[in-house]
């Protein structure tokens, strides 16, 4: 069974900082395009960075550049997101992705977490 379960999330201060953390399970996803999506109360879940494995390039959704970063340890099948500068619009519920397409929307993939909470508050 695939599971990916993110842990992590939790309320802390503008400017403050966080890592979430996903652990996949059920297969290996070192193929897989890793993610991060966010969906706040009331709107849309967003894309917020992704990485593939065999390029090891990242990408980011502007709102979040130069802020977050996204790292897999492809050994231990754990993708985190660090989260630096937090701001109140980051508060949302962050969720992790595994799929072969990957890319900047949900329909490109396939695996889904169940979603942790950040709440961001000045």
């Known amino acids: 069974q695939v599971q990916l379960v993110e842990s992590g999330g939790k309320s802390v201060q503008v400017g403050g900082s966080l890592r979430l953390s996903c652990a996949a399970s059920g297969r290996t996803f070192s193929s897989d395009c890793m993610a991060w999506f966010r969906q706040a109360t009331g709107k849309e879940r967003e894309f917020v960075a992704n990485m593939r494995n065999n390029t090891a390039t990242a990408y980011y959704a502007p709102s979040v550049k130069g802020r977050f970063s996204i790292s897999r340890d492809n050994a231990k099948n754990i993708v985190y997101l660090q989260m630096n500068s937090l701001k109140p619009e980051d508060t949302a519920v962050y969720y992790c992705?595994?799929?072969?397409?990957?890319?900047?929307?949900?329909?490109?993939?396939?695996?889904w977490g169940q979603g942790t909470q950040v709440t961001v508050s000045s």
């Open positions: 992705a595994a799929g072969r397409l990957g890319g900047a929307l949900a329909r490109g993939y396939d695996y």
